[in-house]
C-alpha cells in the first residue's frame, strides 16, 4: 500500500488520517497506525484491516503482528454474541454479555480451531 493509499484509509469509526501514529512493523513486513478509536494493521497479503476496544486490547497483549495470530485479515465485526476479528492464524472474539475475550488458534495439523 503506497503513502497516499494509506493515508486515505477510510474507517467506520472515525478518521485516521487525523491524531494517528503511522509506523513500519518492527516484527516484518506490513505498518500500523494507532488511532483515536482504534488501531488499523496492513500487510502486502492481508490489505488493511482495523481492530478495536476489547479484541484490540487482547491482540496488544498477544504481542499485535508479531504474535502467532499474525496480521488482521478482517474489520471487526458482528457476532451473534458480539465481536470479532479473523487473523492469518486465528481469531479473537469478544462476547458481549460476558465481556469475556477469546482467542482462536487455527492449527494446520489438528483440528480446524482450538480455544484457549
Do not use: Q
Request: net charge neutral.
Amino acid at each position: 500500500m503506497g503513502g497516499e493509499e494509506w493515508a486515505a484509509t477510510p474507517t467506520r469509526g472515525g478518521d485516521f488520517r487525523e491524531n494517528a501514529t503511522d509506523r513500519e512493523h518492527a516484527g516484518g513486513p506490513g505498518r500500523h497506525r494507532d488511532g483515536p478509536v482504534g488501531d488499523i494493521y496492513w500487510t502486502a497479503s492481508t490489505g488493511a484491516h482495523e481492530v478495536h476496544g476489547a479484541i484490540l486490547a487482547k491482540y496488544i497483549a498477544l504481542s499485535g503482528m508479531s504474535s502467532k495470530l499474525g496480521a488482521p485479515t478482517t474489520d471487526e465485526y458482528s457476532v451473534p454474541t458480539g465481536r470479532r476479528n479473523n487473523f492469518v492464524h486465528g481469531a479473537i472474539v469478544w462476547n458481549a454479555t460476558t465481556n469475556v475475550v477469546t482467542v482462536i488458534y487455527s492449527c494446520p495439523t489438528g483440528p480446524p480451531g482450538r480455544t484457549l
